[in-house]
């Protein structure tokens, strides 16, 4: 007889409920992606499902209606009536017999979260501390997968540092993100970040953040950073989509500028609003 | 109100199973191992344990007590009364809502399965064919966890090219280990494959490959591989916990030797068989 178990409890293997099947859970092989909303409204909806369908089309996940997903977190969004909301969701290949190879008939497996967003004003007005991390992650970080290992260590690394994100580094020690956001400076009075290659995500807020520079006339740059140049630059900040713009006061105990949001940085977080409403 | 959506089923999130929170599906935070039964013995329980202990303890799962896998896998086994059976089991870090880091109260995940074996003879009297990728995987592949989706993106890769086995090569041009399996050469009557580093698997099977070797006065160099020198090699082959060993005979469409498994190969092959006694 062939079985599975669950802890200590004995399943016959023809019995299992096919979660436990999930490829989701096996080899990390699905996709997701985190939007949110701002006073009632779904944000960037567009972008995120156009980067969804990308990241499902590069690892060969097919079946998925894009307007499918788009009315699922509609529905779901509506049925929350939450006002400030993160809504994440993922689909994986499928559930199957663990097994590398993947059958072309295998139905792709759907899941959805909305929860309320925590409040980030007083990130906001105050900055966040960052440290940096060895980037070990995979050579496709443009497809956002869920084989996330390296982000997790990387951010429970900076957490134990007291930091609130990591930085990751490349071996030719070069900054390439946050473990969840994109990374900005403002070096020389210009707006400096990494350039979209296979080895960083194409960040929605990124796309957001440029708009609003050339909206506040400030020169965009788009060249990898040091480690150094980051510390010893005027202003700092990380993008990421539940928070949009946080100003980063602490590089790897580094204090930036005066220790307090830099005067670009609170620039781009007000031009920032005006997308929102 | 907070909720999940799994497919177009709307569920409350406080009424949401533990398993759809499973940090295992959203980061793929966590590890697992692959052993066989040979006729009703369980082959190599310790060094599988012993990796294990060393993956959970690489990524920072604590809680888990050895021996209690140990038993699990003992338990199971004994319910199956299968021969020739796959173990496989896992643990994730366990189940909460997704956020990046973890509260140290966390308490893991284990699942297993216990499967019956397919036949591999055939294989091993016709030997395979193979095919190389690019080593996409991150940087710690030491660990053996469920982030594998680089694996099985090659892995389907290698079958749509009618092959069984995708060898991964690295940015250096040189050959690191297979999708699932370790790799072997045999060049001047030597038995070459990968030293270990962080950049492979650290297999059990090759270990008793190496033994093998030893056994059979056939000289082990631990030295990286050119998919040129793969190519020209006198013979090849793969190993897998499930299969052990296995003969490649065609490499990227390059046959190898006479297209039949070689001298040493099947030497190997019978050598293995001692330890399995």
Not at 64 to 73: A, G, T
Not at 118 to 128: F, M, P, Q, T, Y
Request: hydrophobic share 40%; charged share 25%; proline share 4%.
């Amino acid at each position: 007889m062939q079985i599975a178990m669950i802890g200590d409890r004995i399943v016959p293997l023809a019995e299992l409920e096919p979660i436990y099947n999930d490829r989701g859970t096996y080899f990390g092989d699905g996709v997701y992606e985190v939007l949110r909303s701002y006073n009632g409204k779904i944000f960037a909806l567009e972008e995120h499902l156009q980067r969804f369908a990308r990241s499902l089309s590069e690892i060969e996940i097919t079946g998925i209606d894009i307007e499918q997903v788009r009315w699922r977190v509609k529905k779901g969004f509506d049925a929350t009536r939450i006002a400030n909301a993160r809504i994440y969701f993922h689909v994986t290949r499928g559930s199957a017999p663990r097994n590398h190879t993947w059958k072309a008939d295998i139905r792709p497996n759907f899941f959805l979260t909305i929860t309320e967003l925590a409040d980030s004003s007083e990130e906001k007005s105050r900055g966040i501390a960052v440290s940096t991390h060895p980037d070990w992650r995979w050579k496709r970080c443009d497809i956002k997968s869920l084989n996330l290992l390296p982000n997790i260590l990387a951010r429970q690394d900076a957490e134990k540092k007291g930091c609130s994100e990591a930085i990751f580094v490349d071996d030719a020690g070069l900054i390439t993100e946050g473990a969840g956001s994109a990374f900005f400076a403002i070096i020389e009075g210009k707006l400096q970040t990494t350039p979209l290659k296979a080895n960083i995500l194409p960040s929605v807020t990124r796309k957001f953040v440029i708009e609003a520079s050339r909206n506040i006339s400030l020169e965009v740059v788009e060249k990898s950073l040091t480690p150094k140049q980051a510390a010893d630059a005027e202003e700092l900040f990380i993008a990421v989509t539940t928070k949009d713009i946080i100003p980063v006061v602490k590089f790897d105990c580094k204090v930036i500028g005066d220790g307090k949001p830099g005067k670009y940085t609170n620039l781009l977080m007000q031009e920032f609003r005006s997308f929102i409403l």
